[in-house]
């Protein structure tokens, strides 16, 4: 269970990265500082489609970017209702305010004007992405790394306020 959360993390700090890598300037310094912020994965994206609510929903996992390091975020106290999986309190609407997370280091990235790599079990493995108006789009390349799913991810930055412990 602990090497597929891992590995989830990691996922998510791939796309998290090049989300962040897509709206970065030239300059490494601004690039780096253009991806801080907290980001998590919209919960109504399914199986490699967009959001079928604009990611107006977000699921409990996120990430947090700061200075050219990224950690794993996990809200600990959604009450919400309707999650993916009629599971309660493993998503939330994006804006909702008073949330809590937990914060573990995951590492550093490596950033592109449009991609973000990175490097995990002697493998790089690099993501692309793609802004659209509610959320952002990160996929895989061709070239795939052994521990790298063929998953899309959508993801939203998240700019209320967060308890992080």
Not at 28 to 54: K, Q, R, T
Not at 111 to 117: H, P, Q, T
Request: hydrophobic residues 35%; proline residues 2%.
């Amino acid at each position: 269970m602990k090497i597929i959360n891992n590995i989830t993390s990691f996922y998510f700090l791939i796309f998290f990265v090049l989300i962040f890598f897509f709206n970065s300037q030239n300059k490494v310094s601004a690039e780096v500082e253009n991806l801080d912020g907290i980001w998590f994965i919209c919960e109504y994206s399914i199986s490699n489609n967009p959001p079928d609510d604009n990611c107006a929903m977000l699921d409990n996992d996120g990430f947090f970017v700061e200075q050219g390091m990224i950690s794993h975020l996990k809200i600990k106290n959604s009450k919400q209702k309707g999650c993916r999986g009629d599971r309660t309190g493993h998503c939330f609407t994006s804006g909702t305010l008073g949330l809590r997370a937990k914060k573990r280091k995951i590492g550093d990235f490596i950033i592109g004007s449009n991609w973000v790599e990175v490097d995990y079990l002697s493998c790089t493995q690099r993501y692309w992405f793609e802004e659209f108006d509610n959320y952002w789009h990160g996929w895989p390349d061709d070239n795939r790394c052994f521990w790298t799913r063929d998953k899309e991810f959508f993801v939203q930055r998240y700019v209320e306020e967060l308890i992080i412990q």
